[in-house]
Structures are given as C-alpha cells and as structure tokens.
C-alpha cells in the first residue's frame, strides 16, 4: 500500500554559511525546548535546550532563539559544515509532564 | 562521553509474536522513556517510566505494550502481539532530570513486522 509520510521542508546552504532553521509550536504552556539533530538509520542527538524564561542561548557554533509571544523557536547554526546535513527536529516541553511533543523536521543539506 | 545503548539495532518478526526490545539508559540517570517513529513521521511518546512505576504513557502505549526493568541496568519494551502497524523504529532516552529536560536517546531498534 502506499506510505504517507512527513513532507520535510529541505534547507539547502553552502558549507561555510550560516543556518537558521525554523520551528513554530502550538501550546502555550510549554515551558522547555529542545533541538535534536537526526542522521540517517540513527537516534535524535542533543543539540541545544531553552527554558521559556530566556529568549536566548548559545552553544558551540549553535544558537537557539524563542519567542513566546508568537510561539517560535528558531536554531541557528555558524559557518555550516558538510557533517551538519541531518534532519532537525525541534521538540517541546510543558511543566505538566516530562514527555517531548516533536515537531515535524527540517533536512538540512549542506552543498560543499 | 556516556550514551544510551539499545539491542537489537533491527529486529524482524512475524505478525502476533511477541518482542522486547532492551535498552541501558545512561547510568546515572533514573527517568527513562521509549519513543517510536514510525518511517518518514514525527517522532512519538510512548511511555515515561521512574521508580519501577509508569509515570506517563501516550494513547499508542495500549495494553500489548509493557515495560520493565529487570535489573539494575537494562530498560525494556515488550510488545505481547506484534501488529504490522508496529513496524518502526523504536528510541530509549533517559533523563537524570525529573522534569524531564535534557533527554539523551539511543541509536533505536527497527521493528519490522511482516
């Protein structure tokens, strides 16, 4: 029978570029997001994390970016390189339970 | 760097069979979860589980589905009679925060049920 699936959207950036990959979320009690980076065939890798206190946070070449007031979070990524093409999955969190509500992914591919 | 290991990496089975699928959550972690994702959809909540106790389980989490954990190390998912609509992959994460908050996964399991 015939599969449906996600429809990804595709990011597609030359390597040295920066990234910015984009999620919007529905509920507004969430208080925790999450990014995770999927490769092929393996598991979701922690990227970088937000609490709905910060609208900010950094890590290594990563920056999460969350705006509550239209239920937005974004990932930016520096000087993207070719080890950086995955699917990008942003996740969230309310205070109510400890379970992640993902989000539908971006692929992000990286032209050399 | 610790991680979250599961076995098998694919498991294939017939229709009405029972699997379980094994996991060793990161040592010092004590919150521990299976989720699914079915082939080319979003990735799913099945079950959260601490204390030897279910804490939350999603609609997906029905009754051919359990988890245990016989021992000190191993987290595991059981699937008393396999459906084809089981087929996916399966992730373990586990937490060392209650709340929930930086879970790590494991690679998963494909379940494929034929």
């Known amino acids: 029978g015939e599969s449906v699936g996600l429809h990804l959207p595709t990011l597609s950036v030359q390597e040295g570029d920066n990234s910015i990959i984009n999620c919007a979320y529905s509920?507004?009690?969430?208080?925790?997001f999450i990014w995770y980076k999927q490769e092929s065939g393996k598991g979701p890798q922690f990227i970088i994390d937000?609490?709905?206190?910060?609208d900010k946070r950094q890590g290594q070449r990563v920056t999460v970016l969350l705006n509550k007031t239209v239920k937005h979070l974004s990932l930016q990524i520096a000087a993207t390189q070719p080890g950086d093409s995955a699917v990008y999955f942003c996740a969230e969190k309310n205070n109510a339970g400890n379970m992640l509500t993902f989000g539908g992914g971006t692929r992000l591919m990286v032209k050399p | 760097e610790p991680e979250v290991t599961q076995t098998p990496s694919h498991q294939v089975t017939q229709m009405g069979q029972e699997v379980i699928l094994r996991c060793v959550p990161i040592?010092?972690?004590?919150?521990f979860y299976w989720y699914r994702q079915i082939l080319g959809q979003k990735v799913e909540f099945l079950v959260s589980f601490y204390n030897n106790e279910i804490s939350e389980k999603s609609e997906i989490f029905d009754d051919q589905f359990s988890v245990e954990r016989p021992d000190g190390s191993n987290f595991t998912l059981k699937i008393r009679s396999t459906k084809l609509e089981d087929s996916a992959m399966y992730f373990c994460?586990?937490?060392?925060?209650?709340?929930?908050?930086?879970?790590?996964f494991g690679q998963g399991t494909r379940l494929t049920v034929v």
């Open positions: 937000i609490r709905s206190n910060m």
């Open positions: 509920n507004s009690a969430s208080d925790y």
């Open positions: 040592s010092n972690h004590l919150y």
């Open positions: 994460a586990s937490t060392r925060n209650r709340d929930g908050t930086e879970a790590f």
